[in-house]
């Protein structure tokens, strides 16, 4: 329940200031705790006492206080200190919000260490697909023949193949560098078009470095 003469923020002070005019008791009269909470508020936060009871219901409502009978009197029991009413409640909408935050936040922490772990993987590949290509491929410049592509330009050639198709992959590897066919279906049949891609450009970026013969 709120009131509409009050802004939020008035109304949480004053439910401070109720809460406060305990002070050390946990039980006070109804009307003992309107006295002092007039005297501690000063002159400028004067409310009625029919007012009063409408902060007191209030407060009950949000569990701050609870209403009881004591010596034949109404009295009200104190179940909070100041600072538990300190940061006013959450609105649905705001909770909404808040764990869309938080959801989002977890969703951008798992493709951080999603794209993380995709980059080893990719690293990882390029090696192999090296490692495969300097098998089959003569090492030097003296022992490859004038016709022969290099390394990295076969990397190129498998790349742009690879871009139109697995088929035009395969093929571009059987007519050029036919040794190196089944380890790299092989490669591509395990890891998939996508990562072999991404391992094919990671090669030509230079994130592996190559050194030329």
């Known amino acids: ?43 400028t936060s004067f409310i ?3 007012m009063f009871r409408k902060y007191l219901l209030n407060m009950e409502a949000k569990g701050y206080i609870s209403p009881l009978e004591f010596l034949g009197k109404r009295a009200w029991k104190r179940l909070v200190i100041e600072t538990e009413i300190e940061e006013p409640a959450m609105t649905p909408e705001e909770v909404i919000k808040f764990i869309a935050e938080v959801q989002e936040a977890g969703e951008k922490k798992k493709k951080k260490k999603a794209g993380e772990h995709r980059i080893r993987e990719s690293k990882t590949l390029a090696d192999n697909i090296i490692r495969t290509l300097e098998q089959v491929m003569p090492g030097t410049r003296k022992q490859r023949k004038p016709w022969e592509s290099s390394l990295l ?21 059987k ?21 072999l ?9 230079g994130q592996r470095a190559y050194p030329p013969h």
Request: without cysteine.
């Open 153 to 173: 330009e076969h990397v190129e050639g498998m790349h742009k193949a690879l871009i139109e198709s697995k088929e035009e992959f395969l093929n571009y590897i």
């Open 1 to 43: 329940m709120s009131y509409a003469y009050d802004s939020e923020d008035l109304e949480r002070e004053r439910e401070i200031g109720i809460v406060g005019a305990f002070g050390w008791a946990v039980i006070e009269f109804e009307v003992v705790l309107f006295q002092k909470f007039l005297v501690m508020s000063g002159p």
């Open 197 to 205: 891609l991404l391992s094919l450009r990671v090669i030509e970026s």
């Open 48 to 50: 009625t006492e029919e």
């Open 175 to 195: 007519k050029n560098i036919p040794p190196a066919y089944q380890p790299l279906q092989k490669l591509l049949n395990t890891n998939g078009e996508e990562m």
